[in-house]
């Protein structure tokens, strides 16, 4: 008997400029492999200028949806049809799925960075400091927030930026939250409970860029996270290790995020493993 032939894939991308070497894609299509999914994750540089056009064209031939990076996670929103809480609250997109004929913004990179933190702590009524306010920031702040955390310091260079977030914190996520200009080496307070580095400080090529941090204030048994995935053993990875501190390195954040993604659009819950040793691979 003839088998019955289905050559027509789902359709799923990456919008981005420049994004020849963002991961995601080996990421993300292990898991469609792992899981038997016919489905593809396509990496596309989108022009500014064309994104608009990029939005029509993933509507028109039916996407699933697509993640959207720099440049194009604020301006995404005026062509989406609504907003899930946290990318409202941020402002924000890096996920859009398709639901029923509307095309959702939402934001994982946060939610990526709470699943990776409750496999060690429950974030409720914990004190955070979080270096950085830049878009990873944000998301990680907000997603805190809504977690249930109960004060995030947060320390920049910049003080505009630090400022803006945490009056963001403050009057959208009504969460207790500080501004700390960023001079010399912090020194990180008794009584907190977790660490974060928001920044791009120490990745590729910069690999062995030093935080302004006196790591002899990173206690044993704190959580100590760094968002930068490549490498994933960073200085500051090393360094909390060493200090006997839990550690999340930004492979957990990025393969989290990642889940929560393909979740959204297959409906399959994809194993983690398997879409975090794709990454190491990409990564050496
Ligand atoms: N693991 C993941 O899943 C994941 C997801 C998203 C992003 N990321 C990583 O997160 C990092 C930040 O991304 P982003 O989108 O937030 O970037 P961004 O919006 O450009 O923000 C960069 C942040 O780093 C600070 N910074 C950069 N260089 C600095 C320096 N030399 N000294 C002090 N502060 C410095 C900036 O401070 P100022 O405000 O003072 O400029 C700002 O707070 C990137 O490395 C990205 O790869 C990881």
Redesign the pocket.
């Given at each position: 008997m003839a088998k019955e032939l289905n050559f027509k894939q789902e359709l799923t991308a990456c919008f981005g400029k420049p994004v020849a070497e963002n991961p995601t894609q080996a990421m993300v299509e292990a898991a469609y492999r792992h899981h038997g999914l016919a489905w593809r994750y396509l990496t596309m540089e989108v022009d500014p200028s064309d994104l608009g056009d990029a939005v029509r064209g993933a509507r028109a031939m039916g996407f699933a949806g697509f993640n959207c990076t720099?440049p194009h996670k604020v301006a995404v929103i005026q062509h989406l049809d609504g907003l899930g809480e946290s990318a409202a609250l941020m402002g924000a997109v890096?996920c859009v799925v398709r639901r029923g004929s509307k095309l959702i913004g939402e934001n994982t990179?946060g939610k990526?960075?709470v699943t990776a933190l409750r496999e060690l702590t429950d974030p409720t009524g914990k004190r955070v400091v979080m270096?950085?306010?830049?878009?990873?920031?944000?998301?990680i702040g907000v997603e805190l927030a809504l977690a249930g955390v109960t004060h995030i310091t947060v320390v920049?260079?910049?003080a505009?930026?630090?400022e803006e977030l945490v009056e963001l914190l403050a009057n959208k996520a009504k969460m207790a939250t500080e501004f700390v200009p960023?001079r010399s080496d912090y020194r990180v307070p008794e009584g907190i409970d977790v660490f974060v580095n928001?920044?791009?400080?120490?990745?590729y090529p910069d690999v062995d860029?030093r935080l302004?941090l006196d790591v002899s204030t990173l206690r044993p048994g704190m959580v100590v996270a760094d968002?930068?995935?490549?490498p994933p053993r960073t200085r500051l990875v090393r360094d909390a290790q060493a200090r006997g501190c839990q550690v999340i390195d930004?492979?957990?954040?990025?393969?989290?995020?990642g889940v929560i993604g393909v979740e959204y659009w297959t409906g399959v819950r994809p194993d983690a493993n398997v879409m975090r040793r794709a990454l190491e691979e990409v990564f050496g």
């Amino acid at each position: 008997m003839a088998k019955e032939l289905n050559f027509k894939q789902e359709l799923t991308a990456c919008f981005g400029k420049p994004v020849a070497e963002n991961p995601t894609q080996a990421m993300v299509e292990a898991a469609y492999r792992h899981h038997g999914l016919a489905w593809r994750y396509l990496t596309m540089e989108v022009d500014p200028s064309d994104l608009g056009d990029a939005v029509r064209g993933a509507r028109a031939m039916g996407f699933a949806g697509f993640n959207c990076t720099i440049p194009h996670k604020v301006a995404v929103i005026q062509h989406l049809d609504g907003l899930g809480e946290s990318a409202a609250l941020m402002g924000a997109v890096n996920c859009v799925v398709r639901r029923g004929s509307k095309l959702i913004g939402e934001n994982t990179d946060g939610k990526g960075f709470v699943t990776a933190l409750r496999e060690l702590t429950d974030p409720t009524g914990k004190r955070v400091v979080m270096f950085g306010a830049g878009g990873a920031a944000r998301a990680i702040g907000v997603e805190l927030a809504l977690a249930g955390v109960t004060h995030i310091t947060v320390v920049n260079r910049s003080a505009k930026r630090g400022e803006e977030l945490v009056e963001l914190l403050a009057n959208k996520a009504k969460m207790a939250t500080e501004f700390v200009p960023w001079r010399s080496d912090y020194r990180v307070p008794e009584g907190i409970d977790v660490f974060v580095n928001a920044t791009s400080i120490g990745l590729y090529p910069d690999v062995d860029a030093r935080l302004a941090l006196d790591v002899s204030t990173l206690r044993p048994g704190m959580v100590v996270a760094d968002v930068i995935p490549n490498p994933p053993r960073t200085r500051l990875v090393r360094d909390a290790q060493a200090r006997g501190c839990q550690v999340i390195d930004g492979l957990g954040m990025l393969v989290n995020q990642g889940v929560i993604g393909v979740e959204y659009w297959t409906g399959v819950r994809p194993d983690a493993n398997v879409m975090r040793r794709a990454l190491e691979e990409v990564f050496g």
